[in-house]
């Protein structure tokens, strides 16, 4: 069986579940399920990064001791997950035994085969305790980190380096052939123009630092919280006879470590290469970054109190094409939920429903064939199209398609008048509507799993109306 391994990234605890995390994550998912409807072996893994100074302080605040409050977080990040119908194989947390073991494996081959320095170097600089990383004075804005608006301080220490310069020409060839498929296309470039600027060793430990893995070659030092954390995706392939990625699903912000930092420490143990990475773009709420301190984090809840689980999946990916940037704003996610799934998919489904009651349907397979020859659609056309737009991640595009479908379906029937007809001429105008509608809902199950299984009730067998599907807003 063809195997198809995604990741998301792993989110740090520090930070409790908001709709930024949900967002690749619903995406992550929706691809998981495509690629099992075509057959494969699909697998998301998807966890928590645990490990660091910032976890360390924040669990001080609490009173708790880091593990206790990696716990909850934790738990609440998978509990979204479970909320929101993700199909994960696995939730990770960097915490986890085998995961422990795994990063130390790692990290003692890297040393082994010479890719760590034998002996920590020293190293003088500004450190943003927010970033968990050193700054270069070119990365600062007056004076002040970016992402934190805090003054990163002055800092000395000694760390273990990884030779990340060794890898420069290796993974510059390596990405321009798409052996390592950088997507989209502008973050490739992004990706290029960086490695052709020079690379430079990176610190991969941090001494005087107890919340962490500890070096197996020296334990007075632990692993730099990002470089163990990506070795997740190692743990969990590698154990599985599941390695390598197919695609790892990452924001835009990380980008640079597992385009880079991480394809070159597996080509420093020889392990095979993830196969494609996806960069997603970030949004605003109205306008607005989302921020703890402006107070507008949405959290996946709110969401799902408002749309539903299904309506939540779907205005997330809906909004706008997933690589970009977008705005998400409350008015026009009721646009969308009230146009396309309480008016558009909600209405088609009701009015079939009823016009089917007093009459029966077989229960064929719909057939791609038999939808074909009886609309005179494009609509073996829209399936091709629809798997094109998953494969290229433009989630947006795929639902566009499906809702040309509905549209079509929706104007087969007007202009038919089934309502008119009566006996054999009914049941086969409304034969081929429900096939049509069966036929749609497959290419519906990966983003809407719950509507599609209902609708698939709905329509075997005796055909009754039921409640709305999406209650109108
Ligand atoms: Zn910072």
């Not at 600089?125 to 301080?153: A, R």
């Not at 970054?289 to 107070?295: N, V």
């Not at 749609?440 to 509507?451: A, C, G, H, I």
């Given at each position: ?19 930024g995390?949900?967002?690749p ?14 057959g ?6 998807v ?13 001080k ?9 990696a ?18 194989v ?6 986890d ?13 890297l040393?082994?085969k ?17 970033h968990?990383?050193f700054?270069s ?34 993974l510059?060839?390596?990405?321009t052939s ?15 123009g960086?490695?052709k ?21 020296d ?12 070795i997740?995706?190692?743990t ?9 990625a197919?695609?790892h ?7 640079w ?9 597996l ?9 494609q990475i ?5 949004f ?13 984090v949405?959290?996946p809840?709110?969401l ?11 205005v ?14 409350w008015?026009a ?11 558009g ?38 399936t091709t199209l ?5 494969e ?12 040309d ?6 104007h ?52 009754k ?9």
């Amino acid at each position: 069986m063809n195997k198809f391994f995604i990741t998301t990234p792993i989110y740090y605890v520090n930070d409790v579940p908001h709709i930024g995390h949900a967002y690749p994550t619903v995406a992550a998912d929706v691809l998981t399920r495509y690629w099992k409807c075509k057959g494969y072996d699909a697998r998301l893994l998807v966890g928590t990064d645990e490990h660091g100074a910032k976890i360390a302080e924040a669990a001080k605040k609490h009173n708790q001791q880091p593990k206790d409050y990696a716990d909850k977080i934790s738990e609440e990040f998978k509990q979204a997950w479970e909320k929101l119908d993700i199909d994960f194989v696995r939730f990770i947390r960097t915490t986890d035994e085998d995961h422990i073991k795994m990063a130390q494996k790692f990290l003692q081959k890297l040393y082994d085969k010479g890719a760590i320095d034998a002996k920590p170097r020293l190293y003088k600089g500004l450190y943003c305790v927010g970033h968990e990383k050193f700054m270069s004075p070119e990365e600062l804005v007056n004076g002040l980190c970016p992402d934190h608006q805090t003054k990163p301080i002055e800092h000395s220490e000694e760390n273990y380096y990884f030779k990340l310069t060794a890898y420069q020409k290796q993974l510059e060839q390596l990405i321009t052939s798409d052996t390592i498929k950088i997507s989209p296309q502008s973050r490739k470039n992004e990706i290029l123009g960086k490695i052709k600027q020079g690379l430079e060793d990176i610190s991969i430990s941090r001494a005087n630092l107890e919340w962490g893995i500890p070096l197996p070659f020296d334990c007075s030092h632990t692993a730099y919280v990002w470089i163990e954390a990506l070795i997740n995706y190692y743990t969990y392939g590698s154990q599985n006879n599941f390695w390598p990625a197919d695609l790892h699903l990452v924001g835009k912000d990380i980008l640079w470590f597992h385009a880079i930092i991480w394809p070159a420490m597996l080509l420093a143990i020889d392990e095979k290469l993830p196969k494609q990475i996806f960069a997603h773009g970030f949004f605003t709420v109205n306008g607005q970054k989302m921020s703890k301190t402006l107070g507008n984090v949405i959290s996946p809840d709110q969401l799902v109190e408002k749309y539903g689980v299904d309506g939540t999946r779907y205005v997330l990916l809906a909004a706008f094409p997933f690589g970009e940037d977008g705005d998400f704003s409350w008015d026009a996610l009721d646009r969308l939920y009230n146009a396309d799934l309480a008016n558009g998919l909600g209405n088609l489904v009701a009015r079939v429903a009823k016009l089917c009651e007093n009459i029966t349907i077989s229960d064929n397979n719909p057939s791609i064939n038999k939808l074909v020859t009886s609309i005179p659609t494009t609509s073996g056309d829209i399936t091709t199209l629809y798997a094109k737009a998953l494969e290229n991640y433009r989630f947006d595009e795929a639902l566009k398609l499906i809702w040309d479908e509905i549209r079509i379906i929706d104007h087969y029937i007007n202009n038919q008048q089934p309502w008119k007809l009566k006996g054999q001429n009914l049941i086969n105008v409304m034969q081929v509507v429900v096939d049509a509608i069966r036929y749609l809902n497959l290419k519906l199950q990966p983003f809407l799993p719950e509507t599609s299984e209902k609708i698939l009730k709905q329509f075997s067998g005796a055909i009754k109306s039921q409640p709305p599907l999406f209650p109108r807003i």
